[in-house]
């Protein structure tokens, strides 16, 4: 390596890392360097210094940072972590363990591979099953609320403002996003973003909210069709890819596939053909535990866009669980270790066995942490959740044309009067004039009002 790189810039760039504790990104090392030098030979001095264990790199492609290796890290992927052992904590299954064993090899010792059409032409909806009859049955045991029958959506609606943060930072940190969950939850709730932290990572969480309150908001409407996944990508891509135009639209541009020998396709037309039979399949699958894991296995090997798969599949996979009112899926606790070898295991092998042992465990995880939520929050009001939308708008126009206390009773009254049912009036009125008495800076965020917005109104709200 000293042949090929001058000392004395491999030195340079170790000085550089050193001075950031917390990391630092390729884009960020290169402004810092004496001479500029191309991207190129930059990401290739880098990758050389980890491989001799000079530095180590946490996180991949845009979100990766390099820091000093110290004892007790490897300089390979990330700090080693009591979870990276994931194995033990998990319990892998042998099938899982082998295909871990597998992924943990260096890429030069793993067969290159292309998509495999078979694998998709070869599952039969409600014949082939991923998960065991016996995982079906637990999860369903473990997922189902003890409540009577209710609108689809209603679970996931009643414990909405705890769903947007954990889903939204678990996906994100999956992704190498790093935002702490107080970050996560002051930038959804306050619109405050954590400071010495790139905006890119603040687009990604404020899309996952976005994206979940769709799902959550539709969920009578939406299913694994065109409109539901086209949306859903454009919703978690918004303002992150290179092509604006490419957010919501199928890809017809080659991608690769870091850290992986796999080659997904290439060619417009077999991926929109893909695609549409793998939303024909998915929507035939009638429990909505297998059609969850399907989905977090062939969306993300087909890569049908440009970018962002990995999360639309995420989030699709609680489709069926919103709609079913089964406990969502937020990935509490899975590392990113765990998630990406049990996806790159079905990238390269065709294997799901590493990804269902994550899947069957972070379910488990979730579904308990859901469970203790709904019991504190008790049951929900019928007649809230049968006017939650209309409450959510006429409460987030009355802040915003910062209507004052004396004006409430007529302005909702004139609103109601085409958009609630006769009888139901009275109680609307109230629960609007509850909601807007009991506004304050920790829940606004709800009724998607800007902070700005908020505070015009409190000024109004406390002087008529």
């Known amino acids: 390596m000293a042949n090929k790189v001058p000392e004395d810039a491999l030195k340079e760039l170790q000085e550089i890392v050193g001075g950031h504790p917390d990391g630092i990104s390729a884009p960020d090392i290169a402004k810092s360097l004496s001479e500029a030098i191309p991207r190129r030979t930059l990401q290739y001095r880098l990758k050389q210094l980890v491989e001799v264990g000079l530095l180590r790199m946490a996180g991949s492609g845009r979100w990766a940072k390099y820091h000093l290796a110290t004892s007790g890290q490897n300089a390979a992927d990330e700090p080693v972590r009591q979870d990276d052992d994931y194995g033990r904590l998990i319990g ?7 295909v871990r064993d597998y992924i943990r090899q260096p890429t030069e010792a793993r067969k290159p591979v292309g998509y495999n059409i078979d ?4 599952y039969d909806p409600n014949s082939t099953f991923y998960l065991k009859a016996e995982e079906r049955e637990r999860l369903q045991e473990i997922g189902k609320p003890k409540t009577a029958p209710q609108p689809a959506g209603t679970y996931a609606k009643l414990i909405l403002n705890r769903l947007l943060i954990d889903l939204a930072w678990n996906s994100s940190r999956l992704e190498g996003n790093t935002y702490s969950l107080l970050d996560t939850r002051r930038l959804i709730e306050f619109g405050e973003e954590a400071t010495g932290r790139d905006h890119i990572e603040a687009q990604m969480i404020l899309n996952h909210k976005d994206a979940i309150e ?10 694994f069709n065109r409109y539901t996944l086209l949306n859903l990508h454009a919703l978690l891509s918004n303002n992150l890819l290179a092509d604006p135009s490419a957010s919501g639209r199928l890809r017809y541009v080659a991608v690769g596939i870091d850290q992986s020998v796999f080659h997904p396709l290439e060619v417009p037309q077999l991926i ?19 059609q969850a894991f399907f989905v977090m296995v062939h969306l993300p090997y087909l890569q049908p866009f440009d970018d962002v798969n990995k999360r639309v599949s995420r989030l699709a996979a609680n489709i069926p669980l919103i709609r079913k009112n089964l406990a969502p899926l937020s990935f509490t606790d899975v590392s990113q270790r765990a998630y990406t070898d049990a996806i790159l295991g079905v990238y390269e092998l065709n294997d799901h066995s590493l990804l269902r042992d994550v899947f069957f465990w972070a379910y488990e995880r979730s579904a308990a942490r859901y469970a203790a939520v709904r019991q504190s929050l008790g049951e929900p009001d019928p007649f809230r959740l049968k006017y939650r939308a209309e409450v959510r708008e006429i409460v987030a126009m009355l802040i915003r044309e910062k209507v004052g206390r004396k004006q409430v009773g007529t302005e909702v009254s004139a609103w109601a009067s085409s958009r609630v049912e006769p009888e139901d009036r009275d109680r609307f009125t109230e629960i609007v004039e509850d909601e807007l008495i009991g506004m304050h800076e920790g829940n606004f965020a709800r009724y ?9 109104w409190q000024d109004v709200w406390g002087s008529k």
């Open 119 to 122: 694998f998709l032409d070869q």
């Open 272 to 290: 929109e053909e893909s695609f549409d039979q793998l939303l024909q399949k998915a929507s035939a699958i009638e429990d909505p535990f297998e």
């Open 214 to 223: 769709f799902l959550v908001g539709s969920a009578e409407e939406i299913d």
């Open 92 to 98: 892998l299954s042998k099938e899982g363990q082998e």
């Open 448 to 456: 998607q009002v800007r902070p700005s917005e908020f505070r015009a």
